[in-house]
T-cell receptor, first 111, second 115 residues
Framework: DAKTTQPPSMDCAEGRAANLPCNHSTISGNEYVYWYRQIHSQGPQYIIHGLKNNETNEMASLIITEDRKSSTLILPHATLRDTAVYYCIVSSKAAGNKLTFGGGTRVLVKP | DAGVIQSPRHEVTEMGQEVTLRCKPISGHDYLFWYRQTMMRGLELLIYFNNNVPIDDSGMPEDRFSAKMPNASFSTLKIQPSEPRDSAVYFC?????????????FGPGTRLLVL
């Protein structure tokens, strides 16, 4: 069973920030939070990951709450090409870096 | 780097036939993963290898499925005999080995249709 809970879908206006929430209330101390996305008909693509500190890269920012029970992926300026299913996953090296994909959030960026 | 390469990209076969899917991981990556994606079940991990050795095959649905990794640059997923319910998109992913968390890089997938 997936250890995360995400809204099934959300819309976002092009050029605006998209904030994607994820709940992972049962996360353990050695588990990281990963975000992947899957654009239609393509393989999943890594976006970002973090343990407890906020992280930022060229694609997105990851905000993890202090208790680590939830996180938010931020796409700062959404484009039409960001339309995809976004997956929030928790995993640890002890688990062999296995990724268990849930249903994800289907994000539709509208012009 | 060409990324993870999968072949064929599309496969249509008849029930009962043997199907072999192929994957070439990114050079230097020590982990290789096979996933299956369907509308009903989403994206599922079937099996993964570390340094060519199968580590966890608990996701393999049944004995009709088998996977091998004869060397660091090649892996196969075989279905024999195939059934219509095996129709899905099969993804291969690879990941480097290190002391910290590493991400997985996915191939484009093989779309399998069993008639």
């Amino acid at each position: 069973d997936a250890k995360t809970t995400q809204p099934p879908s959300m819309d976002c206006a092009e050029g605006r920030a998209a904030n994607l929430p994820c709940n992972h209330s049962t996360i353990s101390g050695n588990e990281y939070v990963y975000w992947y996305r899957q654009i239609h008909s393509q393989g999943p693509q890594y976006i970002i990951h973090g343990l407890k500190n906020n992280e930022t890269n060229e694609m997105a920012s990851l905000i993890i709450t202090e208790d680590r029970k939830s996180s938010t992926l931020i796409l700062p300026h959404a484009t039409l090409r960001d339309t995809a299913v976004y997956y929030c996953i928790v995993s640890s090296k002890a688990a062999g870096n296995k990724l268990t994909f849930g249903g994800g959030t289907r994000v539709l960026v509208k012009p | 780097d060409a990324g993870v390469i999968q072949s064929p990209r599309h496969e249509v076969t008849e029930m009962g036939q043997e199907v072999t899917l192929r994957c070439k991981p990114i050079s230097g990556h020590d982990y290789l993963f096979w996933y299956r994606q369907t509308m009903m079940r989403g994206l599922e991990l079937l099996i993964y290898f570390n340094n060519n050795v199968p580590i966890d095959d608990s996701g393999m649905p049944e004995d009709r499925f088998s996977a091998k990794m004869p060397n660091a640059s090649f892996s196969t997923l075989k279905i024999q005999p195939s059934e219509p319910r095996d129709s899905a998109v099969y993804f291969c992913a690879s990941s480097p080995m290190s002391g910290s968390q590493e991400t997985q890089y996915f191939g484009p997938g093989t779309r399998l249709l069993v008639l």
